[in-house]
């Protein structure tokens, strides 16, 4: 039987906290130098921190390699003391939650207005061609023969009854104003003669100028009007006329003294 040799003196070793550049830059010799040094560098070893941190852990802790943390700003050394170190499990499972969105579509713009239909000017030469035809159809009127002096028309029956009435007041005296047998002037005694036959002609000598039509002295007729300036009396034919003259003076028959005296035809 062969026993296991016992070394003199052995011993076990120790169980201690596993060993970190962390570790020494803290609590190993010169570690405020170092400190110091890493303050002043612009290196981060969050990285490194967090991958030694979050390394598994046996019951037989294996040395990680060595990091130089000498060159480490006091905010990188800040931050690899203080920063946790966050692990996530590799089954875990996230969701996002379904949000309903609904759409409105645009309006629809409106439509817009129709362009006024533009209308273009006729030019002058169209409408002067448009208007030669009608020029040549229509027909040209042909002038009117001049129309023959109308003959002197013969005495009515109203003009013959015009002289019978005003002989019959011959020798009424003359009244200015007077308009009846009891005395006349002018055209007071023209105006009660017509009114005999329904006729009715102005008071004043001036109105019965234009009472009727004008007609010379060819076309005279008795019981025509004769008129001049200031008078009025009755034509009788043959250039006589019975007419109230003057103050004094009565009623009666006698050749028409007017110098171009004008003839009206009333009845």
Same mark, same amino acid.
């Given at each position: 039987?062969?026993?296991?040799?016992?070394?003199?003196?052995? *011993?076990? *070793?120790?169980? *201690? @906290?596993?060993? =970190?550049?962390?570790?020494?830059?803290?609590?190993?010799? !010169?570690?405020?130098?170092?400190?110091? =040094?890493? &303050?002043?560098?612009?290196?981060?070893?969050?990285?490194?921190?967090?991958?030694?941190?979050?390394?598994? /852990?046996?019951?037989?802790? /294996?040395?990680?390699?060595?990091?130089?943390?000498?060159?480490?700003?006091?905010?990188? $050394?800040?931050?690899?003391?203080?920063?946790?170190?966050?692990?996530?499990? #590799?089954?875990? %499972?996230? %969701?996002?939650?379904?949000?309903?969105?609904? &759409?409105?579509?645009?309006?629809?713009?409106?439509?817009?207005? #129709?362009?006024?239909?533009?209308?273009?000017?006729?030019?002058?030469?169209?409408?002067?061609?448009?208007?030669?035809?009608? &020029?040549?159809?229509?027909?040209?009127?042909?002038?009117?023969?001049?129309?023959?002096?109308?003959? &002197?028309?013969?005495?009515?029956? %109203?003009? +013959?009854?015009?002289?019978?009435?005003?002989?019959?007041?011959?020798?009424?005296?003359?009244?200015?104003?007077?308009?009846?047998?009891?005395?006349?002037?002018?055209?007071?005694?023209? /105006?009660?003669?017509?009114?005999?036959?329904?006729?009715?002609?102005?008071?004043?000598?001036?109105?019965?100028?234009?009472?009727?039509? /004008?007609?010379?002295?060819?076309?005279?007729?008795? !019981?025509? $009007?004769?008129?001049?300036? !200031?008078?009025?009396?009755?034509?009788?034919?043959?250039?006589?006329?019975?007419?109230? *003259? +003057?103050?004094?003076?009565?009623?009666?028959?006698?050749?028409?003294?007017?110098?171009?005296?004008?003839?009206? @035809?009333?009845?």
């Amino acid at each position: 039987m062969t026993s296991t040799p016992t070394v003199p003196g052995a *011993r076990h *070793r120790a169980a *201690r @906290r596993p060993s =970190t550049p962390l570790t020494a830059l803290v609590s190993g010799p !010169g570690a405020r130098r170092s400190l110091l =040094t890493v &303050a002043s560098s612009g290196l981060a070893l969050t990285m490194a921190a967090t991958t030694a941190a979050a390394a598994p /852990q046996s019951s037989t802790t /294996q040395a990680l390699p060595q990091v130089d943390v000498t060159s480490l700003t006091s905010e990188a $050394l800040s931050a690899l003391v203080t920063t946790p170190s966050v692990s996530v499990p #590799a089954d875990v %499972s996230w %969701s996002v939650e379904a949000v309903a969105a609904e &759409a409105t579509p645009a309006p629809e713009p409106e439509p817009e207005p #129709a362009p006024a239909p533009v209308v273009e000017r006729e030019s002058a030469t169209s409408r002067d061609t448009a208007r030669a035809p009608l &020029a040549e159809a229509a027909p040209v009127a042909a002038a009117a023969p001049e129309a023959a002096p109308a003959p &002197a028309p013969a005495a009515s029956a %109203s003009a +013959s009854a015009i002289v019978n009435i005003a002989r019959q007041y011959i020798g009424v005296p003359y009244v200015s104003g007077g308009a009846t047998p009891a005395g006349f002037d002018c055209s007071g005694f023209t /105006q009660y003669v017509f009114a005999q036959v329904g006729i009715s002609l102005p008071r004043t000598s001036s109105e019965q100028r234009y009472a009727g039509t /004008q007609v010379s002295a060819a076309e005279a007729r008795p !019981g025509d $009007l004769v008129w001049g300036p !200031g008078h009025v009396g009755i034509y009788t034919g043959n250039g006589q006329h019975i007419a109230a *003259r +003057s103050p004094g003076t009565a009623l009666y028959e006698s050749p028409i003294y007017i110098s171009n005296p004008i003839f009206i @035809r009333v009845a």
